[in-house]
């Protein structure tokens, strides 16, 4: 291996202690404390461990963590009330709904209910034009980690040539905006995207959201270039014994890491940075609250 690994472990332990010394700072100057609301409907078990990390984390950096968890039959109006409970409640300062949400929850509703104040998220539809244009707003937390990685690694992003590869709402899109802001060149591919190969061979920053397991070889990857994966994908591992599995990114890390500049491993690269961000938003959104 070639490349400088990307620990996301070891930056979002500092994150975290960054924002636990910020709260403490809160507590001590102004009598505040942070409050995360976390609600999930359903029984999804990944989202079931996503929740019960957010939680456990939120506590330990010193903030109050409100955890909701609804039946799965739970109606959409019922979610809204809670919603409407947690904008009015002074205690609660970031809310997040997991996603997804059951088919018959209209999950775009439920995102443009939350006061854009406490959307630590980011996906709500006035935060996603104030970051489109330029201003202050809450930013989504994988592309926000995902940035900081980029940061640390590079220092400035000045006129880098960035391929996206992935669209969605939730990480393709925003990173796009945020690499944008740094004034990069940006290219967003996804699945209809004509020669991907050769597009992300001219990348010096290579984002990759898709949720396609290994689909990125190393042999896309330019030399030198800076790869951050997202992808978190679970694949048999009968060489671990029989029914087992293991989590792999959307590139091909082994192939990629002879390659690259530097590269976040899977797991154990942006999956850490998600909730260290989200803690940080959660101390922004209370720091506003109470400018
Ligand atoms: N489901 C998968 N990723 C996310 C995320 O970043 N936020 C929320 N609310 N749900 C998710």
């Given at each position: 291996m070639n490349a400088t690994l990307i620990d996301g472990k070891v930056f979002a332990a500092s994150i975290r202690e960054k924002v636990a010394a910020h709260v403490a700072r809160l507590q001590a100057e102004h009598g505040l404390t942070p409050g995360l609301a976390v609600v999930l409907v359903g029984e999804d078990p990944a989202s079931q461990v996503y929740v019960r990390n957010k939680g456990q984390q939120t506590k330990e950096v010193g903030m109050a963590s409100f955890e909701h968890r609804l039946a799965a039959e739970t109606s959409e109006a019922d979610l809204l009330a809670l919603i409407a409970r947690l904008n009015a409640d002074p205690s609660v300062h970031g809310i997040l709904v997991q996603l997804p949400v059951p088919d018959h929850i209209d999950e775009a509703k439920v995102i443009n209910a939350i006061a854009p104040e406490k959307d630590v998220d980011g996906f709500h539809i006035s935060n996603v034009g104030l970051l489109a244009t330029g201003q202050k707003s809450m930013v989504p937390c994988t592309p926000l980690g995902c940035l900081l990685m980029l940061r640390d690694t590079l220092g400035s992003l000045s006129g880098l040539n960035a391929v996206v590869v992935g669209r969605s709402n939730i990480v393709g899109k925003p990173m796009a905006q945020l690499l944008l802001k740094e004034s990069c060149t940006v290219t967003v591919a996804h699945s209809?995207?004509?020669d991907l190969a050769g597009l992300c061979r001219s990348a010096d920053i290579l984002v990759a959201a898709v949720?396609?397991?290994?689909?990125?070889?190393?042999?896309?990857v330019k030399p030198g270039a800076t790869v951050i994966d997202v992808g978190i994908n679970r694949i048999p591992a009968p060489e671990k014994g029989e029914g087992k599995t293991r989590l792999v990114g959307d590139v091909d890390f082994a192939g990629a890491a002879e390659v690259a500049g530097a590269i976040t491993p899977v797991p154990g690269g942006v999956g850490p940075m998600t909730i260290a961000c989200l803690l940080a938003n959660t101390v922004t959104a209370c720091c506003r609250a109470n400018d």
């Open positions: 209809r995207t004509r949720g396609r397991p290994q689909m990125i070889p190393g042999d896309w």
